[in-house]
């Protein structure tokens, strides 16, 4: 698949913070990609620099194959951005608000004002001031105004913030469904990692200005699972044993109804089941366990 | 190009008109203006009453003088205020170029200045005509009626010499507004340097105001001296403000400096509103 957001060498300091450092980012036709990271870590920096709101210092941002700099009316007509905390004229109405973009924006009927403000559940407060919307309901005003151009491709920063549970899930179906139903890429940012982890297909973290993984979450998941979950009589002398494997790495005996969890190379399983019962231990169950993309996270 | 800033231009035409402070300024402009207008006279023409164009004067003074202040409160909001709001990452991500967003956010601060010129010039002319006199004035240090239709000309030249002055204001606010990043930091920043700067050069050139060169002197000078015109005294226009055309230079000057220093600072800053 081709790339629609690629960045080559990326990089931005302000004075002597080094926010971002040779990054080197790729974000395919059709992916829903997460882009993790800790407070400070240059998410925002990232995402500011590939919308052309801040100038790299080195490297360069290409969407949909052309330059981003040089191209950038062309490149922009296509995407859509919630970079933040949703902006918005407090003062105007969310049909206004809608209608300065669609202005900015160019060659949009007006009607897609009201059907994008219908999408995101705001159908009913389109002509009510936003200084009187919910923090939840400026967050959807903030993602209707990153829909409305119809784009190819969404950039949203942190678009889940401030919403309920009704609101995230909301928002959850939507991205996929524009998705799959229309092929629209997203790059999102986000906190949650469980949201990610059922949103996305792939990932990148950044940590301290530079990206450290970037994989399909299927993937790095796969290959990180080297935790089992163990059933054993006499669990206290299984711990100690396991305890005393050098290749069995952590070993919790605090489970819930007694179980163990173990740590160790996926591909030594069978020689642990062995190991246990040559001890004379009764292994009622052995299951591998999956790691959660909020445990990989703060794991690295 | 164009249509991308005539489209932008529309909609900041669209956030203006719905801009709480659009309609009382425009109140309080047209108040004072209409008040400054009535309590113009009373002047002495032949007939004894108050002379329109004495009362045209003292309210486009005071009006004027209003606007001004106006304008460079909402010319400092213009981009400051987006930064405020975090709007501007919104307007930069559209399909549209910082250099689009510049010249459709001056095209919308010049309607406005125009706008506001255009009220308190036929606000004070509306209320001239309705109260006062139109005939010739009796000049009382050269004993001669001075002919209506050369006061007519003489206010034509007092407009003539304060619209520029009037619509620099409005820049002046847009300079300041793209050195900072709130628009309530800007307006006090563009608010204090403007009086510090017309009370400065008030006092450094308090014997010779000719040489007072900055944009707001001309529209109180030009209006003082139609309004001594329509009473009766003879009074000169001044070589340095009218031969040397200083009240279109002054003004037009200060526009360019502050659109070149204010393109300069927004088209290369990073956005981090």
């Known amino acids: ?300 | 190009m164009i249509t991308r800033v005539l489209r932008l231009t529309a909609a900041e035409l669209l956030k203006l008109r719905a801009h709480p402070f659009l309609w009382i300024s425009l109140v309080v402009v047209v108040f004072f203006t209409m008040t400054g207008a009535a309590l113009g006279g009373p002047a002495p023409s032949l007939w004894r009453q108050d002379h329109a164009i004495a009362m045209f004067a003292s309210g486009a003074r005071i009006g004027l003088k209003l606007s001004t202040y106006v304008l460079l409160i909402f010319g400092s909001m213009l981009f400051a205020g987006e930064f405020d709001k975090g709007t501007i990452k919104i307007l930069l991500t559209r399909p549209i170029t910082r250099t689009d967003l510049f010249a459709a956010k001056s095209i919308a601060a010049m309607l406005l200045a125009l706008f506001l010129i255009a009220t308190v010039l036929y606000t004070s002319l509306a209320v001239g005509c309705s109260l006062g006199e139109l005939g010739p004035v009796w000049d009382d240090e050269s004993y001669n009626a001075r002919r209506y239709d050369e006061l007519v000309d003489h206010a034509k030249r007092a407009v003539a010499m304060s619209v520029a002055a009037v619509v620099a204001a409005v820049f002046f606010g847009v300079l300041v507004s793209n050195l900072v990043e709130s628009s309530g930091f800007a307006t006090a920043i563009a608010l204090t340097a403007f009086l510090v700067g017309d009370e400065v050069l008030l006092r450094v050139f308090r014997d010779d105001m000719t040489r007072r060169f900055f944009f707001s002197v001309y529209p109180g000078y030009a209006f003082d001296v139609l309004r001594d015109y329509a009473t009766g005294s003879s009074i000169a226009w001044k070589g340095a403000y009218v031969n040397g055309r200083a009240y279109l230079w002054v003004p037009l000057a200060t526009v360019g400096a502050c659109v070149a220093g204010g393109f300069g600072v927004f088209k290369m800053r990073n956005i981090t509103a």
Not at chain 1, 4 to 29: N, P, W
Not at chain 1, 61 to 67: R, T
Not at chain 1, 76 to 94: C, K, Q
Not at chain 1, 239 to 250: G, M, N, P, Y
């Open chain 1, 1 to 300: 698949m081709s790339a629609v957001i690629r960045t080559e060498g990326l990089s931005c300091s302000f004075g002597r913070l080094r926010a971002v450092q040779d990054l080197t980012l790729e974000v395919a036709d059709g992916d829903i990609y997460g882009f993790l990271g800790l407070n400070g870590a240059g998410k925002t920096t990232t995402i500011r620099m590939i919308l052309g709101l801040i100038r790299p210092t080195a490297g360069r941002v290409s969407l949909f194959g052309l330059d981003a700099r040089q191209h950038f009316i062309e490149v922009m007509t296509r995407t859509g951005a919630l970079v933040e905390l949703p902006a918005y004229y407090p003062h105007l109405t969310a049909r206004q608000n809608l209608e300065i973009l669609r202005l900015a924006t160019g060659g949009l009927p007006s009607s897609l004002v009201t059907e994008t403000l219908e999408l995101v559940g705001l159908g009913g407060r389109v002509d009510d001031r936003v200084r009187t919307y919910s923090q939840g309901m400026r967050q959807r005003l903030g993602i209707a105004m990153a829909l409305l151009p119809q784009p190819k491709l969404v950039i949203l920063d942190e678009p889940t913030n401030g919403l309920d549970p009704h609101g995230v899930n909301h928002i959850r179906s939507m991205i996929v469904e524009l998705n799959r139903s229309k092929g629209v890429t997203f790059l999102i940012s986000s906190h949650l990692l469980h949201e990610i982890e059922i949103t996305c297909n792939r990932v990148g973290i950044i940590k301290e200005g530079r990206l450290i993984v970037q994989d399909t979450v299927a993937h790095l998941l796969a290959q990180t699972g080297g935790a089992v979950r163990l059933e054993v009589d006499r669990r206290e002398e299984a711990v100690a044993f396991l305890r005393s494997l050098d290749w069995v790495k952590l070993v919790d005996g605090a489970g819930d109804g007694g179980a163990i969890t173990a740590q160790l190379d996926p591909s030594r399983r069978a020689e642990l089941n062995a190991a246990l019962v040559a001890k004379g231990l009764r292994v009622s169950a052995l299951v591998p366990q999956k790691m959660t993309l909020e445990e990989y996270f703060l794991s690295r």
